[in-house]
């Protein structure tokens, strides 16, 4: 079992950076096989980017490659989303999830992720 918690969202201009955070408890976020996911209003549930169990893979929607960085920091056990260059069109809740610990393939279907937070908005302007 683990507990996932995002934050780091907010209000942010066009063109500018935001950091999300998801920490995690009951495990170790080097057991899992993790990713960001986001939901527009109105929209289905989108992958965002997916990181391995050790954090040398990952993986990127075509939307977002070039201006987000997933990454891990095992010390802190917590994964972290960079997110440079925004768009309004990257508004969204934005939720941190991982896989079953079984599994080590990074996933972009969101119901391959067993464990997820709550969400953190991110809403851009223009």
């Known amino acids: 079992q683990v507990q996932l918690v995002e934050s780091g969202g907010g209000l942010v201009q066009a063109g500018g950076s935001l950091r999300l955070s998801c920490a995690a408890s009951?495990?170790?976020?080097?057991?899992?096989?993790m990713g960001w996911f986001r939901q527009a209003d109105g929209k289905e549930r989108e992958f965002v980017a997916g990181?391995?169990?050790?954090?040398?893979?990952?993986v990127y929607a075509d939307s977002v490659k070039g201006r987000f960085t997933i990454s891990k920091d095992n010390s802190k056990n917590t994964m972290y989303l960079q997110m440079n260059s925004l768009k309004p069109e990257d508004t969204a809740v934005y939720y941190c999830a991982c896989r079953r610990i079984l599994f080590s393939a990074i996933a972009t279907q969101g119901t391959e992720y067993l464990y997820w937070g709550h969400g953190t908005q991110v809403t851009v302007s223009s």
């Open positions: 009951g495990r170790t976020v080097s057991s899992y096989v």
């Open positions: 990181i391995s169990r050790g954090g040398g893979t990952t």
